[in-house]
């Protein structure tokens, strides 16, 4: 089984390790638009028609799924993708619904990629949940992303700054739980404890992308389970963009959550042609 992952570059490698706890033998395609990133302060347009390309070089790769583990590309681009997909495409959303659930009381920060906050996708939800116009908060957090990106030398550093000076101060005083709508931001939870609060709790829609992934290709998952990852995985590796870069730093991120790509898969990373599908990866 083949499963492509598509994100504007490092972040969607939290999805990925989600899909993985339930789907630890797929081969999986992770296919990062470093060329075009940051998404968040792209228009909708651009957004959907990067995506487009992404899903049309997935389709040529053979795959059985395309996850879009990226918050913006999925308000933009999910809804005209999946009127003629020929395979499932499962977007990501802000787990708005779980954080209002679990935390009935006070109010619910959502941070978000500027695409994302000012989406109708976004508006449409908080009006169809129970108290999601009158308790949730989002901030568009625009730049922090790119922080997080570059996972250079000062990287946390700099998001701290970023969380203390632009965060913080528009932080409802009852919050109760952070909603993370850019899957970048899941990499940052330590520092969101840190600078926000170590009571206010931290909700990402990862595990249900994973869960609804395994419903569409018929694949039983038991409530309430979180399967633990896999020490080794199938994961070719992809970008549009300063390939011998990002690469390494996605296999870092990896084995820093205890996930090794296999050997072979290690050597099969090479740079997605910019301008159309002009050859299918090989398999492993």
Request: net charge neutral; proline share 7%; hydrophobic share 40%.
């Amino acid at each position: 089984m083949r499963i492509g992952i598509f994100d504007s570059g490092l972040g969607g490698l939290s999805t990925l390790l989600a899909c993985l706890r339930y789907l630890p033998d797929a081969h999986y395609l992770f296919y990062g638009d470093s060329a075009h990133a940051p998404y968040g302060d792209k228009s909708p347009a651009q957004v959907r028609q990067w995506t487009q390309a992404a899903y049309a070089w997935f389709i040529a790769a053979g795959v059985d799924a395309v996850v879009l583990a990226c918050n913006t590309a999925t308000s933009a681009a999910v809804a005209p993708l999946r009127e003629r997909a020929d395979v499932p495409v499962i977007g990501i959303e802000p787990a708005i619904k779980k954080a209002l659930i679990d935390h009935p009381q006070g109010d619910i920060l959502l941070l978000a990629t500027a695409v994302t906050v000012k989406g109708v996708k976004l508006q449409e939800l908080l009006h169809r949940l129970e108290g999601g116009q009158e308790r949730v908060r989002p901030l568009a957090c625009s730049g922090l992303a790119e922080i997080i990106e570059t996972q250079d030398a000062e990287w946390r550093e700099r998001v701290s700054r970023y969380l203390q000076v632009q965060v913080r101060p528009a932080q409802p005083q009852d919050t109760r739980a952070i909603v993370l709508g850019c899957t970048h931001y899941c990499w940052i939870g330590d520092l969101i404890h840190d600078v926000l609060g170590r009571d206010i709790a931290i909700v990402d829609g990862n595990d249900g992308v994973a869960r609804q992934l395994c419903h569409r290709l018929g694949v039983p998952t038991e409530a309430g389970v979180v399967p633990p990852l896999p020490d080794h995985a199938r994961i070719s590796l992809y970008f549009t963009t300063d390939n011998p870069v990002k690469s390494p730093l996605a296999r870092q991120l990896l084995a820093a959550n205890g996930v090794r790509m296999n050997s072979n898969q290690d050597q099969n990373v090479f740079l997605v042609p910019q301008q159309g599908v002009s050859r299918r990866p090989s398999d492993p």
